[in-house]
Every structure is written in C-alpha cells, then in structure tokens.
T-cell receptor
C-alpha cells in the first residue's frame, strides 16, 4: 500500500520552460510535505517543503503547491535549467509516526539544452 | 559544518552473513534515521534513533537493528542477509526538538548480497 505516489517515472523538458512534477498521497494524517532532489552517487538533497496549513510555498525558481482536498502536491521549476536534471522525490511526514518520512518512487527529470 | 558521512561506500556480502553500516551525523544534529532504497524505488524508512534510543520503526524485520552513540553517530546492523537486502542504505540526520522534518542525507552505502 503506497501512501505516497509519483505516477510519472520520467519527465523531459526544454531548458527555460516550466517543469511540473506531481505527487499524490492517501494518508490524511500527513501534515508536512517535502521535495528532495537526488543526483547519481549522492544522497537526496532537501529542496523545498510545505506545511499542510499552506497551499503554496515559493523559493526562487521552485514553488510547491498543495491541494489538500485532492491530496495532491506539485513542484514547479521555472525556468528549468540543465543542472536541474536529477531524480525528484516527494516525501510526507506523519506526526503520529515520529515524523518519519514516507517517500514516493521518484520522477527522473531531464532538462534538455 | 561537516555533512552526513557514511561508510563503507560499497559492500559485497554473501547470503546469511551479517553486516554493519556506519553513519556520522551532521554537526549539531541529534536524530538519525535509516532508509533502504531498492533500485528504481524511493527510500523506505527502517528506523530512527533519538538520544540513543529507537524512536520509530518502519516495516522491517527484527534482523535489522541499530545503535546510536553519545556523539550521535549511528550503526545499522543486518543479520542473516537475504538477496532482497541488496539496496542503497541511506542515513539521514536532523535536529529534533519535538518537531523535525528536514532530514539531511548522506551519500549512502551500496550493499550487494550474493
């Protein structure tokens, strides 16, 4: 039973355009959501997060949107750059489970020059 | 500021053997979590240690055990290795003061069981 799902295993975008990565969850107890980026041979790197009391959080080129009623979040990258090419994981935290992170399966983003 | 480090980088073991993986937390962090990442999947939570005690556990059997030391470094031990234990093992540290969300990951240990 996957509580966090990323239904697109890969996404290809042209440099300068918008990248939209999607994530769906089923556990309504999740109260905090995070996006991590992972390059090969490195551990995941924290990118941006959002609390369940908000619907948007922006940090430079990265914006995360949360739709609680749909149990859906998305990460927008504008403009996309070749250096953004990596695997992106969304993760969710359940305060009733010691704030352990539940990860989605990841989406591989390829930004073409 | 020193980041999260893990050792060894790669490891090959035989089915039935035991393995110990090590993790040094980022400076100032007192909580360590371990994750298993199988090929093509997202990391799966194994357990978390806070102040040297297990503070939460995922759906992993008891042959997965851990320790946290006074300096907040940590070990993951796996007994009776199985082929399915082949994966990237990630350690993540954070500072917990009741709420802790942003975890900082090490580069991982790639374990291959043959």
């Amino acid at each position: 039973d996957q509580q966090v799902k990323q239904n697109s295993p890969s996404l290809s975008v042209q440099e300068g355009r918008i990248s939209i990565l999607n994530c769906d969850y089923t556990n309504s107890m999740f109260d905090y959501f995070l996006w991590y980026k992972k390059y090969p041979a490195e551990g995941p790197t924290f990118l941006i997060s959002i609390s369940s009391i908000k619907d948007k959080n922006e940090d430079g080129r990265f914006t995360v949107f949360l739709n609680k009623s749909a149990k859906h979040l998305s990460l927008h990258i504008v403009p996309s750059q070749p250096g953004d090419s990596a695997v992106y994981f969304c993760a969710a935290s359940d305060p009733n489970a010691g704030n352990m992170l539940t990860f989605g399966g990841g989406t591989r983003l390829m930004v073409k020059p | 500021e020193t980041g999260v480090t893990q050792s060894p980088t790669h490891l090959i073991k035989t089915r039935g053997q035991q393995v110990t993986l090590r993790c040094s937390s980022q400076s100032g962090h007192n909580t360590v979590s371990w994750y298993q990442q199988a090929l093509g999947q997202g990391p799966q939570f194994i357990f978390q240690y806070y102040r040297e005690e297990e503070n939460g556990r995922g759906n992993f059997p008891p042959r997965f055990s851990g320790l946290q030391f006074p300096n907040y470094s940590s070990e993951l031990n796996v007994n009776a290795l199985e082929l399915d234990d082949s994966a990237l093992y990630l350690c993540a540290s954070s500072f917990s003061s009741g709420l802790s969300y942003e975890q900082y990951f090490g580069p991982g240990t790639r374990l291959t069981v043959t």
